[in-house]
């Protein structure tokens, strides 16, 4: 699953930092989920607050890959006071990666380029909304 949050106050878009986070592979299964937030004061989040409540849902070796993985994405606990804004999680969709999904096919990029970043419009994917109830719980 490729997570990628999405603020209501800048439209229903994701942002792809990298070609090979989304691509179509038979056999490989992969869904996008898409967070809608928002700011939401003091009824919100910080994003300490919610890796704390994500981390206590977790068995220890899930936590520790959490850990792992946030720090790959640049989230430091020693700098989490940094990151005030508190949002709301408003709503989850997720879609099935497959044949057709508007993707860059990793294979297609040419060479000498260096750093490709793109943005998937949200109403492009309705026909591929999964189905799939046990990603579509909150």
């Given amino acids: 699953v490729e997570v990628k949050a999405w603020r209501v106050e800048s439209g229903a878009r994701v942002h792809i930092s990298q070609p090979s986070q989304i691509g ?11 967070v809608q937030i ?39 606990e020693a700098q989490a006071d940094d990151y005030r804004d508190r949002m709301l999680v408003l709503g989850l969709d997720v879609y099935d ?8 096919d990793v294979r297609s990029i040419p060479g000498g380029v260096a750093e490709l970043r793109y943005v998937i419009e949200l109403g492009a994917l309705e026909s591929f909304r999964s189905s799939n109830r046990h990603l579509s719980q909150p």
Avoid: I, K
């Avoid at 179509?24 to 898409?34: E, I, S, Y």
């Avoid at 004061?41 to 850990?67: D, I």
């Avoid at 990666?97 to 860059?104: K, S």
């Fill in 24 to 34: 179509v592979d038979p056999h490989r299964l992969l869904h996008l989920a898409a």
């Fill in 38 to 76: 928002s700011v939401g004061g003091p009824a919100g989040r910080a994003l300490r607050e919610t890796v704390a409540l994500l981390r206590a849902r977790m068995s220890a070796m899930q936590a520790q890959r959490f850990e792992e993985l946030l720090a790959e994405y640049g989230f430091l």
């Fill in 97 to 104: 990666v497959r044949e057709g999904f508007p993707h860059v």
